[in-house]
Antibody, heavy 119, light 110 residues
Framework: EVQLVQSGAEVKKPGESLKISCKGS????????IAWVRQMPGKGLEWMGI????????RYSPSFQGQVTISVDKSISTAYLQWSSLKASDTAIYYC????????????WGQGTLVTVSS | QSVLTQPPSASGTPGQRVTISCSGS????????VNWYQQLPGTAPKLLIY???QRPSGVPDRFSGSKSGTSASLAISGLQSEDEADYYC???????????FGGGTKLTVL
């Protein structure tokens, strides 16, 4: 079974770039769709997009298309979420999670990465 | 404004049964299965119910899910203090080509 471990909390300034990671363990990482989910402070869950490590097929929610980049290095079973120029409104907890199927349930979830963007 | 609509709050006393509703449309719940997630305070969400009414291993049978048309429900029977959490419904949406979540329901055990 896949387990997901995310990189640690980050504090950045507006305009800076950032790449956070989600490392999978277990044989099925490569053949699992991995999603990123945002949770802004005190708010609900928002699905950002998804990647299939086997062939790097990537899909984005319309709300996040062009705002972030999702990538993967399948040789080390790690998915990434990247920003080229952070904004204060990017402050949130970001979770990675495995999709049971392309349109299916999310399980398991990573522990989350808190990103704080402040001048 | 979330695509799926949930009540922002729900409450009950220990031992009671509570239900949480989730309303969508033909492009999401009407066409796809519904999943429910539990988020305990300060922790990552956890899958609670998948494919409308299935419980993952380890989830007590006090939790049950159902779906009818473009709506779904989560029921919790024999309410316990440790059930105090935020609950989210989710489904794939064909119009957005994305997973959509409800806004979440904060359950308080009185």
């Amino acid at each position: 079974e896949v387990q997901l471990v995310q990189s640690g909390a980050e504090v950045k300034k507006p305009g800076e770039s950032l790449k956070i990671s989600c490392k999978g363990s277990g044989n099925s990482f490569i053949s699992s769709w991995i999603a990123w989910v945002r949770q802004m402070p005190g708010k609900g869950l928002e699905w950002m997009g998804i990647i299939y490590p086997h062939d790097s097929d990537t899909r984005y929610s319309p709300s996040f298309q062009g705002q972030v980049t999702i990538s993967v290095d399948k040789s080390i079973s790690t998915a990434y979420l990247q920003w080229s120029s952070l904004k204060a409104s990017d402050t949130a907890i970001y979770y990675c999670a495995r999709h049971g199927s392309l349109r299916g349930w999310l399980d398991p979830w990573g522990q989350g990465t808190l990103v704080t963007v402040s001048s | 404004q979330s695509v799926l609509t949930q009540p922002p709050s729900a409450s009950g006393t220990p031992g009671q049964r509570v239900t949480i509703s989730c309303s969508g449309s033909s492009s999401n719940i009407g066409s796809h299965t519904v999943n429910w997630y539990q988020q305990l305070p300060g922790t990552a969400p956890k899958l609670l119910i998948y494919t409308n009414d299935q419980r993952p291993s380890g989830v007590p049978d006090r939790f049950s899910g159902s779906k009818s048309g473009t709506s779904a429900s989560l029921a919790i029977s024999g309410l316990q203090s440790e059930d105090e959490a935020d609950y989210y419904c989710a489904a794939w949406d064909d119009s957005l080509n994305a997973v959509v979540f409800g806004g979440g329901t904060k359950l308080t055990v009185l």
